[in-house]
């Protein structure tokens, strides 16, 4: 990487005056043009202030998904954040008496406990939660304010499973979908539900598994009161489902929701995964990376509608030119339901009722996928990495990605990675610069080319990218990204922050018969 080094320009911040109590955040939308919810937008420097979610994560002693926060301050003056830790105690599982056979955890809400943070100026800041004085308890949610507008923050959760790292939610919202989940053998799901607000949240909770829809009625009218934090242990709800997706729907209030699963044991570990579910649907998800991943590897497409069928086709885009016309899998999802779409050639560990998509192209070439609705029945959609090879942490999942952008950012606390980028354009190319800022230093990349509907993926060690770092990339067009966190066998494929103001809608042209 070029260098280049600016002084940091320390400015006095005002001091944060903050509490736990904090408004609707849907008066003022930031991504209104684009007419639906976004899970983790940054915001602009000019604003007063911003707010984030950090919901899944655990502070007990034998924590397997211990919290940190990664806080990144991307300008050039000092500021500071509030974070406003919601811990619970729960206890072990106990049977209701509906008789549904459903279970839940008794949950014991604990005191918020409240620090302030400062933040230098292009410097990445680490807090775990476990190591703020008075958290106690067995998991924990953060709320992070701050007078900086376009902070961005991220957190990491690390066990003897693996470690996870995903953007916190910069939004609440009314619904969250989970497209993928799994209580197969040797695997726990949790979903995590923050309230923030003063008021309570009543929520229903329907799962659709194993060609099943199932609306427990202990998830049926779900309160969540004020200010709090709800687990969800979704491994005795639903038992042994090799996919299950989640769709969750406030009658009154708004939440975020946040998945956690843990893959594995202590002696055989698979991976740990965090991820903010979707708070919109879309009819067009786009996948830049982890479609070549040495493990089993599918898309699932959740269809949460109560009585329209979904009609998609998943389109395989090479990244070799020459290799011709690839047909679209077309894809039928009836009502509540979901497909998993199996693009391994090695079925070992997936769901044998996945279409499968493995000879579509030759091994080898790489590729990345869209997935688009073609009734306009919109659907959730992720990308399942699954394996079950000892020792090997590369399970997890992921939202595909369903807007673009010309301005992203994502934090790095080690530098090995890489990030796949789409030029989703049919017609024109993008140049784009990656900036590292580390330390109040700033180092800037080459101009890369990414050419008309096509897509890079470009290595960070590669490009001499330095440990705890913010990455901004900066392109003429929008794109759409992914990043990988980590080394091969234990690493972390994710989404990437886009900036609120640089966004616009996912357009991709489908593929044309040669």
């Not at 703020?132 to 308890?137: A, E, K, N």
């Not at 299950?244 to 975020?256: D, E, F, K, L, P």
Request: charged share 20%; hydrophobic share 40%.
């Amino acid at each position: 990487m070029k260098v280049t080094r600016w002084p940091a320009i320390l400015i006095f911040a005002l001091l944060l005056s903050a509490s736990l109590i904090i408004q609707p955040d849907d008066e003022v939308a930031s991504d209104a043009v684009l007419q639906k919810n976004q899970p983790s937008l940054i915001g602009d420097i000019k604003n007063l202030s911003s707010t984030w979610y950090c919901v899944a994560g655990s502070v007990g002693d034998a924590s397997l998904a211990n919290h940190e926060l990664l806080l990144g301050n991307p300008s050039n003056t000092e500021s500071s954040v509030l974070i406003s830790v919601v811990s619970v105690l729960a206890s072990g599982q106990q049977n209701l008496t509906d008789g549904s056979g459903d279970t839940v955890q008794d949950i014991y809400q604990l005191p918020v406990i409240q620090e302030e943070f400062p933040l230098p100026p292009r410097t990445v800041t680490s807090v775990k939660l476990a190591e703020i004085d008075g958290v106690s308890g067995d998991y924990a949610a953060a709320l992070i304010q701050s007078n900086l507008g376009n902070l961005i923050v991220e957190h990491r959760l690390t066990g003897p499973l693996g470690l996870a790292q995903s953007p916190c939610a910069s939004t609440t919202s009314p619904e969250w979908s989970f497209a993928a989940g799994t209580t197969r053998t040797e695997t726990r799901e949790m979903i995590f539900l923050f309230n923030p607000y003063p008021d309570s949240a009543v929520l229903d909770i329907t799962f659709a598994a194993d060609g099943r829809t199932r609306r427990p009625d202990s998830y049926n009218g779900l309160v969540v009161p004020p200010q709090s934090l709800l687990p969800i242990d979704v491994t005795s709800v639903v038992t042994l489902a090799e996919t299950i997706s989640t769709q969750i729907t406030a009658r009154t209030g708004r939440i975020v929701a946040e998945r956690l699963v843990m893959f594995g044991d202590e002696i055989a570990p698979n991976g740990l995964d965090v991820e903010v579910g979707s708070p919109s649907l879309n009819d067009l998800w786009v996948f830049p990376g982890g479609m070549e991943s040495a493990v089993q590897v599918s898309v699932t497409i959740f269809n949460p509608s109560e009585t329209e069928v979904a009609v998609v086709d998943v389109e395989i885009i090479p990244d070799v030119s020459d290799i011709g016309y690839i047909e679209p899998i077309s894809v039928s999802i009836p009502a509540a339901s979901s497909r998993d779409v199996n693009f391994s050639l090695d079925g070992e560990g997936g769901d044998s009722s996945a279409i499968d998509a493995s000879t579509r192209i030759a091994k080898g070439i790489p590729y990345w996928v869209v997935v688009r609705s073609t009734n306009g029945v919109l659907v959730a959609s992720e990308r399942v990495l699954l394996t079950t090879s000892a020792g090997n942490l590369s399970s997890g999942y992921n939202p595909g990605v369903d807007i673009s952008g010309q301005e992203h950012y994502f934090l790095l606390k080690e530098p090995l990675g890489r990030v796949a980028i789409v030029n989703p354009a049919s017609d024109r190319l993008t140049l784009l610069e990656i900036e590292a800022l580390s330390n109040g230093n700033i180092f800037s990349s080459q101009i890369i080319e990414v050419s008309a509907k096509s897509r890079k993926i470009i290595d960070l060690q590669q490009l001499g990218v330095p440990q705890d770092s913010i990455l901004r990339i900066v392109s003429t067009e929008p794109v759409s990204v992914e990043r990988f966190l980590g080394a091969e066998g234990s690493g972390d494929w994710g989404n990437v922050s886009p900036v609120a103001d640089s966004v616009s809608d996912l357009s991709v042209s489908p593929p044309e018969f040669d």
